[in-house]
């Protein structure tokens, strides 16, 4: 009756390491999936990109300000027919910014022939979104690139619910990337399905 003991307790054995393997992959699949990281290693660097090229952007934004000004000025001086060095004024870089008099951008009825163009590819637009800019008489990505930062506080300030948004996610680089048939990496989310 004991002769096949060595058998059973070898095979028993067997079976509870089976069983402990088993248990421990069951476990992984449960709860180790579970615990995602809070941002992919790809997405960080793409996001440090997509900011380094803002910080870009806002630096040429300031030139073009610095140019269109003394473009101003010297049309000022050619109508008063006075002439001299244009003088523009500048900013200390630890000044803050004094606030921009917001200005209504120019707005159509409707989207031009071909249609409106898909502005939920600008990140920060979503299908609200999207047709909240629509009522407000934006419909292709032009538009938004010509805004002016009087514009853009205007817009960010009739956006209800919205508020800010255009100046915080860059509405107006995006765009500008987009009508000039470019892409964003966001776009291509958007293009390929992966967003909405």
């Not at 449960?30 to 806002?58: D, F, H, I, N």
């Not at 870089?93 to 590819?121: F, S």
């Amino acid at each position: 009756m004991f002769e096949n003991w060595g058998f059973l307790i070898t095979e028993m054995v067997v079976l509870l390491v089976l069983a402990a393997i088993l248990g421990l992959i069951v476990g992984w699949i449960v709860w180790g999936r579970r615990k995602a990281p809070t941002a992919a290693v790809g997405e960080v660097e793409v996001l440090r990109a997509e900011l380094a090229t803002c910080r870009e952007a806002g630096t040429d934004q300031a030139a073009e300000i610095a140019r269109l000004q003394d473009k101003v000025a010297s049309l000022e001086r050619s109508e008063s027919g006075t002439s001299g060095p244009t003088v523009v004024p500048t900013r200390e870089p630890d000044q803050p910014q004094a606030p921009i008099a917001a200005v209504k951008p120019a707005t159509i009825h409707g989207p031009r022939e071909g249609g409106a163009d898909d502005l939920k590819q600008i990140k920060g637009i979503g299908p609200k979104l999207e047709t909240l800019v629509n009522k407000l008489g934006f419909y292709h990505f032009d538009q938004i690139a010509a805004w002016t930062p009087a514009e853009v506080s205007w817009v960010d300030d009739n956006l209800e619910g919205f508020k800010g948004r255009v100046t915080r996610d860059g509405w107006v680089e995006q765009a500008r990337v987009l009508a000039d048939g470019g892409a964003t990496a966001f776009s291509k989310k958007v293009k390929d399905g992966g967003v909405y």
